[in-house]
Structures are given as C-alpha cells and as structure tokens.
C-alpha cells in the first residue's frame, strides 16, 4: 500500500491525522526554519516529542519539515532544528538547502533524509546526485510532471518518490515565490511564509470589500459577499487591452482551484510512487481529519483494485473546483 502523508499544523492537527488514518504526518517547528511559518501554528520542541509518541504508539511515522534556506551567518537556527528533530525521534527530516542537507548528512548520518519539493528536483539526475552525494531517501516530486514522466523518472532512480495529491497548487517553483516577496519583502524560501497574515488588510470602501496584501488590492467584492484570502498570484485583476484581444477582468495568474488526484491513485501506484503528500498545514483538524479518511479509502481502494471513491471532497476544494494540474497536462 503507498504511504499517505498527512498535514499537521498543529499538535491537534496531527492527532486527528493519526486518529484518521494517515500512515505518516509531516509538521514543522515554530519558526523560520519551516517553509508555513504562520502564527499560531507549528510545534514547540515538547509539543513535538509528544506528538512522535503520540504517532509512534499508533504505528504513524512523523516528518519533520525544515524546508527554508538558512541565511548566511545565521546557519545555527537551522542546524538546531535538524538535531533537535532526531533527538524528539522523528521518522525523517523534509530538506530543501543543499548546505544544509551536507550538514545533516554529516552530523547525523543516522537520521533519515527526504528532499523537499521546495528543493525542485524534478529529474533523474537530479534525484541521484542527491542520492549518492549525501543519502538522501525520499524526492518529494515537484508538481509539473505527468504520471508518465513520473514512472521513466522512478525506471533511473534507486529512492522513493513522493508526489502531492490534494491541496494548494503554486504557480511558482515550488514555493520560490517573486510575487510575494515583491509585496510584502518576506520570501516564502527564507522566511518561511507566502501572503503573510502580518501584511494583510481588510477593509469596507464604497460599498464593497476589499482585501489588499502588502497595500496593494487583491479583491474587491460586493458588500455581504465572501472576501477570499489575498494570496496575490489568485487575485483577481484587470489586463489592458492589447492588439490581439480586449482588456480583461479574473484571476489572471492562477484561478482558485484545489489540486485533488484522486482518480489517477492507481496510476501513480503503478508509475512506483512510494508515498502521496496531501497539502494543508495551515487547515484546521476538522478538514485534516476528512481529507485523510477520504483518501485513506482511496489508497485502500487502490490496493485491492477496487475503483476511486468519487466526490467525497468537492466541499473543501479551493473555490469549489479541483484540478489534476500537471498529472494529466490539463492545468494551464
């Protein structure tokens, strides 16, 4: 049976994953060195030793994400997190940084390391310089590759693979994220957050509401409508017109729309994924727990050949749509 690897922002959040089904749970520290460094989420050092013993007696493996970049002179946050992640008994650690990858290899050749999506190797080549340079067990695929090309990559590599199937979709490299940083001078790579809530702002003008990020709008709707969280690259703008077509109005990046690759399990099972990563540690231990049930069925499903439970999770879709993005080719 593949892995399913389940979000846990919170230590509520990884014990409703672990009670749901999940076979892993991945989390990360309360600061900078992880890559959702919201307020009021994440694990202090006790909170996450008891949330491993808390997994562990259950028979569910916890990943620790340390999947920022460590600035120049300040490595030592970093090189703390990586030791005090295997000494709480962490199944893994989730890295992204080279140098920091070098340095966990070196310090503590027997902690188990997975390469982070943030690190964007989405190549054979790739994957085993990773590999044979520094031990690493486990790629956390980037989300751009079709399932084909995910079995050829899995035919030249010795690791395992790990590939998102539900969540957030970033039009990015993987969380390198220009549009941002630009706003609000916080990278989501050094700073651990994308849109901080630090740099939003809510407020009634003429009628309507408006959310901006970093003082610039990114919604404006009519009065009693929702008002969707300002992440600027699903903003909604207007382009000018131009000779090849009139000015336009929508979500010009990327439209609100969730990733769910539920259907296409089985192929990846056959493509030889090890393990599916489901997106979500800013979410609540409510929708943690229904998206692990959901999909715990799924894998199980997939393990006896039986078909794909359909339409279990269409409510908690971003805008009420999903996506298999870049698995079938189909996401623009």
């Avoid at 007696?57 to 490595?75: E, H, K, S, Y």
């Avoid at 989405?122 to 956390?140: H, M, Q, T, W």
């Avoid at 309507?208 to 909604?236: D, F, Q, S, W």
């Avoid at 131009?242 to 056959?270: M, N, R, Y």
């Amino acid at each position: 049976m593949m892995e399913l690897v389940c979000p846990a922002g919170t230590p509520a959040a990884l014990r409703a994953a672990v009670d749901a089904g999940a076979h892993a749970v991945y989390c990360g520290f309360a600061d900078e060195t992880n890559a959702r460094n919201f307020p009021g989420l994440n694990f202090s050092r006790p909170e996450l030793a008891e949330g491993i013993a808390y997994a562990a007696a259950r028979g569910v493996r916890v990943l620790v994400a340390i999947n920022t970049f460590p600035r120049a002179g300040d490595q030592a946050i970093w090189h703390r997190a990586v030791a005090d992640a295997h000494a709480a008994g962490a199944h893994a650690v989730i890295l992204a940084d080279l140098g920091l990858i070098a340095h966990a290899a070196e310090a503590h050749p027997g902690l188990r390391l997975h390469l982070s999506v943030q690190a964007a190797a989405a190549n054979p080549d790739a994957i085993n310089l990773y590999a044979e340079a520094f031990g690493i067990r486990r790629v956390v695929l980037p989300r751009v590759l079709t399932v084909d090309e995910i079995a050829a990559t899995n035919r030249e590599i010795e690791v395992e693979t790990e590939v998102f199937v539900f969540g957030g979709l970033c039009v990015m490299a993987e969380g390198r994220c220009s549009l941002s940083s630009w706003a609000t001078g916080l990278s989501p790579n050094m700073n651990g957050v994308c849109s901080p809530a630090s740099h939003v702002a809510y407020a009634e003008v003429g009628g309507h509401n408006e959310a901006r990020l970093g003082g610039l709008l990114i919604h404006r709707t009519p009065k009693g409508a929702p008002v969707p969280y300002p992440t600027l690259c699903k903003g909604c703008f207007t382009a000018p017109a131009t000779p090849s077509g009139p000015a336009q109005t929508g979500h010009l990046f990327e439209d609100p729309v969730s990733l769910d690759a539920t259907e296409l399990i089985p192929k990846l099972q056959k493509a030889g994924v090890t393990a599916l990563k489901i997106e979500g540690r800013q979410r609540s231990r409510a929708y943690v727990a229904q998206v692990v049930r959901a999909f715990r069925a799924a894998v199980e499903a997939a393990d006896a050949g039986a078909p794909m439970p359909a339409g279990l999770l269409a409510k908690l879709t971003e805008g009420q749509a999903a996506t298999t993005g870049a698995y079938a080719k189909t996401w623009r």
